[in-house]
Each structure stands twice: as structure tokens, then as C-alpha cells.
């Protein structure tokens, strides 16, 4: 009897001891942190991203994936279920890519914002919040990597066309006409040596071409500075040419004041004499005979002696 209480007595321990120890690891398991729903619906590829995979905003990790299924509404649409801590500041400008771990191809949500829309997101109370998905760096280079293949092959199609055998032709061609010209760029230098080799000469005489031209130039500026003095000389008041200038003007002005004048006025009197001289000669013309007696009187005029009125 003694032996089925002391069973009785364990058995009891051990239930008690499993359903304390259930309750430890519900309370040290349970998570106080609040969290807020959010939605992603993209129709992106979401390779490698599953269940609990990490949500992390700007490196740091705010939650995890909840849920991935499909939009029942829009064909080919996911909708991936997020649970974030609710202190995460997501705006309206706030998107999302898809990261990878390493090397081990582990996916993640990458969460970011470029800042232009500052105010909190606007809940849908159908659709909830929903997050844009915008293509992560592999997808980017899988865009552009088609897009060079795609370029690589146009290319290849072209070098095909260029490289035909007309063009083989004409690409044989000018590669012989490289090669002689190379050839002749070879015997280029041998011609050149008798120039090179009289090079030095030449400058010498260059050399001395410029000496004699800065000689000839020196004499040129004393000649022209012996000119101007010259000329300054000739200027002067004092030199021969101002003198002469000065006699010149004086005898501009007397013949202009007192020589001219009085050859005028003897013109006068000779025109006066040439005047008295052809009276004279008419009335000898007329009389002759006045040389032996004399001019024809003068008739008398009205009121003098012997005045006759016809």
C-alpha cells in the first residue's frame, strides 16, 4: 500500500512538473511586440522568397512574411502578407524589393523610401495597406542582361552581313595597302637622313639669317630715330626750312598789300594813256590835216558865245 501512494505521489510530481513547464515556455515564448498587417501585391517574380522570410526596413529587421498566395481577383498577381512592428514609419512613398542573402539565395522583403510622399500610408478597408513591389537588383539585371543579349545578337547578325565575302574582298584588300604603306614608311627614314644630316647646318644659317636681319633691324631704328630728329630739326622755328617758310610769308604779304595795288593802279593809268592814245589816233585818221593846224575847234555849247540853236 505503501508503495502505490509513493507511485501516486511521482506521478503527480511529474504532471505538475510537465504543466509548469508548459507554461514557462508558453510565457518565455510569448511575443509582446505589436505588429501591423500590410500587403504587397506585385506580379513580379518572387523567386526564393518563403514563409517567415525576414521583412527588413533600410537593413533593419521590423518583421516577417506571413502568407503568399494568389490574387483570386487579378490573374497572375501575388499577394504576400507582411507583419511589421507598427513603430515602422511607412509612408505613402515607401516600396519594396525583393533581396537576396549571400550566397545562399535566401529571399527578403527590402523595404525603402525615397522620402517624396512623407504622410502615413492610407489604409483600405478591404484591401488593408498595401505596399508597391518595385524590381530588386537581380531583377534589373535579368531586364537588362535580355536586353544585351538581345543587342549581342543584332550585332552578331550585322558583323555576319558586314563580314560577306565582297567585304572579306575589300578587308583583304586594305589590309595589302597597310602593308605597303608600312613598307613605305620603313624607307621614309633613309630619305630623311640627308636632311636630318644637313639639319644642323641649316640651323646655323637660320641662326645667322636672324643675327644679320636683328643687325639690319638695329640699323633700320637708328636710321629712322636720325630721321625724326631731322625732320624735328627742319620743323623748328630756328632751322632754314622755318626761316624760309617766314621769308615767304612776308613776301606773300607785301605782294599781296603794297606790290599788287600798285600794279593796279599802273594798269589803270596805262589803260587811261592806251585810251588817250587811240583818241588821238581816230582824230588824226579824220584830219589829217589838224597835225600842220591843230584840232577842229569845238562848236560852242547852249549859252556860251556864238551858240547857234538849229
Known amino acids: 500500500m505503501e508503495s502505490k501512494s509513493h507511485a501516486l505521489i511521482a506521478g503527480v510530481f511529474a504532471i505538475g512538473l510537465a504543466i509548469l513547464a508548459g507554461a514557462l515556455a508558453l510565457w518565455l515564448g510569448k511575443d509582446e511586440i505589436q505588429r501591423t498587417p500590410y500587403t504587397i501585391a506585385t506580379s513580379l517574380k518572387v523567386s526564393g522568397l518563403n514563409i517567415q522570410a525576414a521583412v527588413r526596413y533600410k537593413g533593419i529587421k521590423v518583421g516577417k512574411v506571413t502568407d503568399i498566395d494568389f490574387d483570386s481577383k487579378v490573374p497572375g498577381q501575388l499577394l504576400l502578407s507582411l507583419d511589421i512592428v507598427s513603430d515602422t514609419p511607412i509612408t505613402q512613398s515607401t516600396y519594396a524589393t525583393l533581396g537576396y542573402q549571400g550566397v545562399t539565395g535566401i529571399a527578403f522583403i527590402e523595404l525603402d523610401d525615397d522620402g517624396s510622399q512623407p ?25 537588362h542582361g535580355i536586353a544585351i ?9 550585322r558583323l ?11 578587308l583583304t ?10 613598307a613605305a614608311w620603313e624607307a621614309l627614314p633613309a630619305k630623311l637622313d640627308p636632311v636630318l644630316n644637313n639639319l644642323p647646318q641649316t640651323i646655323a644659317q637660320a641662326r645667322e639669317s636672324a643675327l644679320a636681319f636683328k643687325q639690319f633691324s638695329d640699323n633700320a631704328k637708328n636710321t629712322s630715330s636720325n630721321l625724326n ?9 630756328q632751322s632754314s626750312i622755318g626761316r624760309l617758310s617766314k621769308n615767304l610769308e612776308q613776301i606773300s604779304q607785301s605782294l599781296q598789300f603794297e606790290t599788287l595795288p600798285a600794279m593796279h593802279n599802273v594798269i589803270l593809268d596805262a589803260g587811261g594813256t592806251l585810251r588817250s592814245i587811240n583818241r588821238s589816233t581816230e582824230n588824226f585818221n579824220e584830219r589829217p590835216q589838224s597835225l600842220l593846224f591843230g584840232p577842229k575847234p569845238i ?9 547857234k540853236n538849229n
Do not use: M
Open 119 to 143: 504622410a502615413a500610408i492610407v489604409r483600405d478597408p478591404k484591401l488593408g495597406a498595401r505596399i508597391p513591389l518595385r524590381p530588386g537588383l537581380l531583377q534589373e539585371v535579368e531586364k
Open 149 to 157: 543579349l538581345n543587342q549581342t545578337e543584332e550585332l552578331s547578325k
Open 229 to 237: 630728329q631731322v625732320l624735328s630739326n627742319l620743323q623748328s622755328e
Open 173 to 182: 584588300n586594305t589590309v595589302k595597302q597597310i602593308g605597303k604603306t608600312a
Open 299 to 307: 562848236p560852242p555849247g547852249p549859252g556860251e558865245t556864238g551858240f
Open 160 to 170: 555576319n552581313a558586314l563580314l560577306d565575302q565582297e567585304n572579306r574582298a575589300s
